[in-house]
């Protein structure tokens, strides 16, 4: 009886929840955005680390004061920092944004991840690289989260994200562009964005409504429960979502090598993804090519697929294959390697991303762009 009476509330609940969403779909419309027309609203490089050193670079004219990289100093705590007379710069030496001081040897270093994963030692190299500075680094995320272990070493760096910390920067720099019309205009734009990215462009009422529906009875504990149940939910549609994926690679590439020991799509490693479980260390689809490198499907926060060497191996043997794979990456363990097209982030999702996660159709297509991926990479890898 007990028992029933629990589904009942939670079918309720449920129910009620589902009537505001469709209210709020329904009044809503998606305004034109220039962003998202010219880039991926995912572009860390070529969109937002471009627009935010363009918003921090900026003067209103010329030998005005940077008002906004002062504000920025401020809301972060970096004192005794000339922001007048600092260079700001985007991808020097690869670190995404460098504002530096060389009057009072200080110098902010701004990784942005939003796409993609910590590289080894990342943190830690851009920090030697700025070793005769006093450095400030901060981490950027769509939601705060820290950098692998991997990545930071002992380096302190300081955790902000778009969601928390950038808007209400970025709110101030509005204001601050009253007579530039043009300037406020693309930072609205640019704060829609980031709204969608991070999930939270939704309405004041529609906020309000679901408030108010926590509050009432006992559905905050509800919620509570529905929250545990999220993340299980979430682990069976990874699993599912792996399982398509090594399904696909049987069906369209069954000549594929043997499958490595270190293949593992297992609930107890996709568990450990999920949570954020502290030792976690990858999981995927790996076949053997040779002693030294394997052909692999691999997540981070992202799926990405291609050639991975073992530590110290050399990749010089895979030059021709980057030649004639335009458009492919390559990193110190992985030669050769690219994302699928869809912007799926399987470790922070947003609504649109989990709409994308939970629809049979939309994820199948998403499986094909990394099956299909491999199935290139593998052509190009027979030919050799």
Not at 94 to 102: E, G, M, T, V, Y
Not at 206 to 212: E, G, H, V
């Amino acid at each position: 009886m007990q028992t029933a009476l629990m589904n009942d509330s939670f079918r309720l609940l449920l129910e009620k929840a589902a009537r505001f969403h469709d209210r709020h779909e329904a009044g809503r419309q998606e305004p034109f955005n220039l962003f998202s027309v010219l880039r991926s609203e995912h572009d860390e490089v070529n969109l937002h680390s471009r627009f935010l050193t363009a918003i921090l670079d900026h003067r209103q004219f010329p030998g005005a004061s940077r008002e906004n990289l002062a504000a920025f100093l401020n809301q972060f705590g970096i004192r005794r920092f000339d922001h007048d007379r600092a260079t700001v710069h985007r991808e020097w030496s690869n670190i995404d944004i460098l504002i530096s001081d060389h009057s009072s040897l200080k110098a902010i270093i701004i990784e942005n991840k939003i796409w993609a994963d910590d590289q080894p030692r990342q943190l830690q190299r851009y920090s030697q690289q700025m070793r005769e500075f006093e450095r400030h680094i901060l981490y950027l995320t769509l939601d705060g989260r820290e950098a692998s272990q991997d990545s930071a070493g002992e380096v302190d760096y300081q955790c902000i994200s778009y969601k928390n910390d950038l808007v209400p920067w970025l709110m101030g720099c509005q204001q601050r562009a009253c007579e530039e019309p043009e300037l406020r205009e693309s930072l609205a734009q640019y704060l829609r964005l980031i709204g969608k990215i991070t999930g939270t462009d939704l309405s004041g009422a529609y906020m309000n409504d679901l408030k108010k529906l926590c509050l009432e009875d006992n559905n905050l504990l509800l919620i509570h429960d529905l929250r545990e149940a999220m993340v299980e939910a979430r682990i069976s549609l990874l699993e599912e979502l792996w399982h398509e994926i090594d399904e696909g690679l049987q069906a369209l590439v069954p000549c594929l090598p043997t499958k490595s020991n270190e293949s593992e799509i297992s609930e107890a490693r996709i568990r450990r993804f999920v949570t954020g479980y502290r030792s976690y260390a990858g999981h995927g689809l790996y076949y053997d090519l040779d002693d030294n490198a394997r052909l692999g499907v691999e997540t981070g926060d992202y799926i990405f697929f291609g050639i991975k060497c073992k530590e110290g191996a050399s990749n010089e043997s895979y030059r021709r294959l980057r030649d004639n794979l335009r458009g492919w990456e390559s990193s110190a363990d992985w030669p050769l390697y690219r994302y699928p097209p869809s912007d799926l982030n399987l470790k922070h999702t947003t609504r649109e991303q989990l709409a994308l996660l939970v629809n049979e159709e939309s994820r199948q297509n998403y499986v094909d762009e990394i099956v299909s991926g491999v199935s290139i990479l593998w052509r190009e890898i027979e030919k050799r």
